[in-house]
């Protein structure tokens, strides 16, 4: 198993690419080792000392490191872990667990333009950070302001704000003039 390594724009993140599926739709994340318990794969991956973050896409393994920690003596250990896991036939998620990637329901007056936010974000924005190892998902939509909480990569990382503000905000306004900002949330 050949497992590739790419940089993320957060210095603290790197996105590992084990050449297979790691989910088959949506997104997961655990920005914690607490919430880890649902996947056998982030339980193994905060085991290595130093790893205090996992996400997983459809085809990418992102981790996020301690400040302090450096990526020359936790790398071997977390691709030594992505490997041992894939080789050991146990599932990524554990039955009956959830992936993330969804969007929470909204209806009323302002149906029409969730609908319109959420397909934009869907097709132009999710796999742009995808490809950074991160992924953005929708909150709420009131009175003009957008609500979007930043995951993987993306989360804490330097260039967020102004992915938000100077990206996403603008592409947003471009498309529909009812929305005004865009701020991110923390779930």
């Not at 085809?59 to 790398?75: I, L, N």
């Not at 071997?76 to 990524?92: R, T």
């Not at 302002?110 to 929708?138: C, Y």
Request: aromatic share 6%; charged share 20%; with cysteine.
């Amino acid at each position: 198993m050949f497992i590739q390594t790419e940089s993320t724009p957060n210095p603290a993140t790197l996105k590992f690419l084990p050449g297979q599926t790691v989910l088959e739709m949506g997104t997961a994340d655990f920005p914690a080792p607490e919430a880890a318990e649902a996947s056998p794969l982030a339980q193994r991956l905060f085991g290595v000392e130093g790893v205090t973050g996992v996400f997983f896409g459809t085809d990418f393994v992102t981790v996020t490191k301690a400040d302090g920690t450096d990526w020359d003596h936790v790398k071997p250990a977390i691709l030594g872990a992505i490997m041992e896991h894939f080789q050991s036939g146990q599932p990524v998620m554990s039955d009956g667990a959830t992936q993330g990637g969804g969007h929470a329901e909204h209806t009323g007056e302002d149906g029409e333009i969730v609908g319109q936010i959420k397909e934009l974000l869907d097709s132009r924005v999710r796999p742009a950070v995808a490809q950074d190892g991160g992924d953005i998902t929708f909150h709420g939509f009131d009175r003009g302001v957008v609500y979007l909480h930043m995951q993987g990569a993306c989360a804490g990382c330097p260039s967020s704000t102004l992915t938000l503000k100077m990206g996403i905000e603008n592409l947003l306004r471009h498309y529909i003039p009812e929305v005004t900002e865009v701020r991110p949330v923390a779930v």
